[in-house]
């Protein structure tokens, strides 16, 4: 019986032998399967994208993650008029928002009041499950000292009950210092029109805004729109605000991100993917205090027509870091994902 490391090994070898091997081609010369889109089309990329299922980022791959490549990599194998195959009607959309006492409550099926993109797609191999929710925030949320990094749990819940989730769990080689963004444009996630995709256990989620909603209730892009609220019970809004936070009669602008790019090149060989920062990881990012609209959580204080004397608010941006990373308060429990959600 073959040790789990040699298993993972032969798993891996085969699939590049299958792949290969069915393309007629030597592996140097072949496109392979893959999320990320740039880079030499050989067998290092294949292991790349093999290894992007390394969920803990411990360098390894366990047989359930051998197994979650080996999914993708036949669907990724299938007919394009396949892939793109819509699955089973979906169960109606339900979600219910509440208040009482100290908290605001949101509950859910995890099934969108809007059309969804089709899933599985070529991006994307998982298939939208209605997944039972209640998410708690706090009605008076009070802001920390110092911010906190989101890490693995979901920043938050847009009203028709969607979590919105910014991070990803594709890694360069296994690697947490270099994890892939899903909204840069250079690696196809399978998003959607609503810039939301699927997880393996049928969560469907944004990471960024949620556009098919705001198209369904009505709204346009260029309004300030609440859409959510963040898990530390912080209001989450669209991209548009008042040009001065503290005048509601000031007119509206496109607020932009205090992130941007760093210069220069990552590092390369064993310490990183090399090439110049582009914003294919997060880690291309930096924080410039002062040099847009927002703060390092990409949220600012304002009045809003939801809070008139005005409060701390998230904004969704359309550059980095889309959804924000970090959380101005404490995020309640009932977003962390310590274990899966409930699919029903």
Excluded at 55 to 71: H, P, T, V, Y
Excluded at 107 to 125: A, L, Y
Aim: proline fraction near 10%.
């Amino acid at each position: 019986m073959p040790s789990p490391a040699n298993f993972v090994r032969y798993g891996i070898s085969m699939f590049m032998s299958l792949y290969f091997a069915s393309c007629g081609q030597t592996a140097a010369a072949q496109e392979v399967p893959r999320r990320e889109q740039a880079g030499p089309p050989n067998r290092e990329r294949f292991l790349e994208h093999a290894f992007s299922f390394d969920r803990n980022g411990d360098g390894q791959l366990s047989r359930e993650e051998l197994e979650a490549f080996a999914k993708e990599f036949t669907q990724m194998q299938r007919p394009p008029e396949e892939q793109s195959r819509q699955p089973a009607e979906l169960p109606p959309h339900q979600a219910s928002l509440t208040s009482e006492g100290e908290y605001r409550t949101l509950v859910s099926n995890g099934i969108p009041d809007h059309q969804p993109g089709r899933f599985p797609n070529r991006g994307n191999p998982n298939t939208i499950g209605a997944i039972q929710y209640r998410f708690r925030m706090p009605l008076n949320p009070k802001p920390l000292d110092e911010v906190r990094e989101a890490g693995g749990a979901l920043f938050g819940v847009a009203l028709n009950g969607i979590p919105f989730d910014p991070g990803t769990a594709e890694l360069w080689k296994g690697d947490p210092a270099w994890r892939y963004d899903a909204m840069s444009g250079k690696i196809n996630l399978g998003l959607d029109e609503s810039n939301a995709h699927v997880q393996p256990n049928g969560v469907y989620h944004y990471h960024g805004l949620p556009l098919g909603m705001l198209e369904h209730r009505g709204k346009k892009l260029d309004e300030l729109v609440l859409v959510g609220y963040a898990a530390d019970g912080f209001p989450i809004y669209s991209q548009w605000g008042f040009g001065d936070p503290k005048d509601a009669a000031s007119p509206l602008k496109k607020l932009r991100s205090s992130y941007q790019l760093r210069s220069g090149e990552r590092p390369g060989g064993e310490d990183g993917p090399g090439g110049p920062y582009d914003g294919t990881f997060n880690q291309d990012w930096e924080y410039f205090a002062g040099s847009g609209d927002l703060d390092e959580c990409n949220g600012r204080f304002g009045v809003t027509p939801e809070y008139p004397q005005g409060a701390y608010h998230y904004v969704i941006t359309d550059t980095f870091p889309f959804i924000s990373r970090y959380f101005r308060g404490t995020p309640d429990q009932s977003f962390e994902k310590r274990r899966p959600p409930q699919r029903r």
